[in-house]
Structures are given as structure tokens and as C-alpha cells.
């Protein structure tokens, strides 16, 4: 079959692949996905959706080439085909970030009111993990945590957090992290650590940006 419009054809697949991104709550299935492989039913619990609208997004999703999936038992799981697509979500929001006033707004209302110090980067974390300098917390619910996390941090999930307050020892910086780096949870745990007396940060981003970057992740068997 010949190509009349070579470059018309491959601008309208990337178009394809945008509209399957141009949605929020498709782009919340991918930051999900990114932590691991997740079946319909787990994703229709994380996002509060019903099972069959969380379907249609996938198959939309998988026809654009940005999730593939994989039967085990009777349910089928997803996951992201690679961390090119992760790429894809993060090149969209720093375009937002830096000319999308609305966003601005939300970042300055929301988030700097809960946390407004400079994030830690991977970098530092790694090096201060690798001397024992820092208490690492995932924040993220417990099945998350199994999927991967940082080596040697402690699973503290935020509904958990004050009930845990004292077995963290006091004078250490602790440094929380969850999803990503909007992730609400980790500065909820940041805000309430400070409230309570602790030095605390928040990573940068999350764990898959953490472990995109080639960094060690650990997982529960």
C-alpha cells in the first residue's frame, strides 16, 4: 500500500497517541501503572471508577500503543509498555508547569502552603541514604509498597502516620515520598512531621521517576 503523505500519516499517529494522554484520568491509570503491573479491578479501586469505565480507558490506552497487558489467572494485568510513556506524562506536565497560570496557581494555593522548602533530589537522597544520614517513608498504601520502593525505606502509609510517630527517632531528617512529584500524600506527611516536631522533606518526584533513573528499587516477593 503505497504512503501518498508520509509525514501527514505519522503526524496523525502522534496525534493518536496525545488524544489517548488528553485525558486526567488517564493520565492518573499511568501513575498508577508506573508503579507496577495492575489488574482492572485494583485500578478501579485506586481511582474510585467504575470497573467498565476504567476498561474503556485501557483499551483506548492500549490502542495507542501505551499499555500492554498480560493474563494471570482469571484476571488480566496492565502495565506500561515502557518508560518512554512515563516520559510522555512528565514532558506534558513540565510544559504546564511553566506556562500554565492555572497550574501555577494550584502549585502556590495547594502545595507551597503545605511545603514550600526545596525538595530533595535523587542524587542527594542516594548519597545521604548510602551513609545512613536520613529515615526514608513510603507513603504509599501497602500494596504499593510491595510492588517496589526505595532500599530501605520504611512503609508508612499516611493514614498510618501519627499512630507511628513514635517509633521515628527524634533529631534524624526524614525524608518522605509516594507516586510522583505532585503527589499529595507525601506533603501531607511532610506538613505533619513538621507540625510534630521532626525535620522533614520530600523527595523530588516518586518512586517510577526513581526508578526510570536507574536507581535501585526493591521489591516484596
Known amino acids: 500500500m503505497s504512503i501518498r503523505n508520509p509525514k501527514q500519516a505519522l503526524y496523525e499517529q502522534f ?3 496525545a ?8 493520565l492518573e491509570l499511568i501513575e498508577h501503572l508506573a508503579q507496577g503491573p495492575r489488574s482492572v ?4 479501586g485506586k481511582l474510585g471508577l467504575p470497573i467498565a469505565n476504567v476498561s474503556q480507558h485501557l483499551q483506548a490506552m492500549r490502542r495507542a500503543g501505551l499499555v500492554t497487558s498480560e493474563r494471570d489467572g482469571k484476571f488480566i494485568n496492565y502495565s506500561l509498555v515502557d518508560e518512554s510513556v512515563l516520559a510522555a506524562f512528565a514532558a506534558v ?3 504546564a508547569e511553566r506556562h500554565s497560570a492555572e497550574v501555577e496557581r494550584v502549585v502556590r494555593v495547594w502545595f507551597h502552603r503545605r511545603d514550600d522548602m526545596e ?21 504509599r498504601p501497602a500494596d504499593e509498597f510491595a510492588l517496589g520502593h526505595l532500599p530501605g525505606a520504611i512503609n508508612v502509609p ?6 507511628r510517630l513514635p517509633s521515628f527517632e527524634s533529631g534524624r531528617e526524614i525524608v518522605a515520598y509516594c507516586r510522583g512529584p505532585w503527589c499529595v500524600m507525601s506533603f501531607e506527611a511532610v506538613a505533619e512531621l ?28
Open 158 to 163: 499516611l493514614s498510618e502516620l501519627e499512630s
Open 119 to 139: 525538595p530533595v533530589s535523587r542524587e542527594e537522597l542516594a548519597s545521604r541514604m548510602n551513609d545512613g544520614l536520613v529515615t526514608v517513608i513510603d507513603v
Open 93 to 95: 506536565r513540565t510544559v
Open 194 to 221: 513538621r507540625k510534630r516536631g521532626f525535620s522533614a522533606r520530600r523527595l523530588e518526584d516518586g518512586l517510577p521517576e526513581w526508578k526510570a533513573s536507574g536507581l535501585a528499587v526493591k521489591c516484596n516477593a
Open 41 to 44: 479491578d485494583a485500578l478501579a
Open 19 to 26: 488524544k489517548a494522554l488528553g485525558n486526567p484520568q488517564r
Open 15 to 17: 496525534a493518536a497517541v
